[in-house]
């Protein structure tokens, strides 16, 4: 059985940090593009930040480039979200997902198969 298993959320006051871990099990993910969503309350799931499968690609949306780092370690069973400088509005549900075939971030979540319970974020002004 595949799981992807979010941890790391919290609340935290503005301009403070958080470090989101994603473990995966059940499968090997490690060809495929892997991306972290977020879910603010009362609004529509969105991208916040992709990598390829080969772990050199990233990409990120407007809202978390420069402040947000995304990883993967060596054996590519875990993917983390470095959260720096944070916002009130960064404050939502955090996703991780995975893409059951296909290397390329993609910032539609349709295309990803797999998908983590959420965690928590919440940034307090």
């Known amino acids: 059985q595949v799981q992807l298993v979010e941890s790391g959320g919290g609340l935290v006051q503005a301009g403070g940090s958080l470090r989101l871990s994603c473990a995966a099990s059940?499968?090997?993910?490690?060809?495929?593009?892997m991306g972290w969503f977020r879910q603010p309350p009362g609004k529509e799931r969105e991208f916040v930040a992709g990598?390829?499968?080969?772990?050199?690609?990233?990409y990120y949306a407007d809202s978390a480039k420069g402040r947000f780092t995304i990883s993967r370690d060596n054996a590519k069973t875990t993917v983390y979200l470095q959260m720096n400088t944070l916002k009130p509005e960064d404050t939502a549900v955090y996703y991780c997902a995975a893409r059951g075939r296909g290397a390329i971030v993609i910032t539609n979540p349709r295309v990803y198969d797999y998908w983590g319970q959420g965690t928590q974020v919440t940034v307090s002004s």
């Open positions: 059940g499968r090997t993910f490690s060809s495929a593009a």
């Open positions: 990598i390829g499968g080969s772990g050199t690609s990233t």
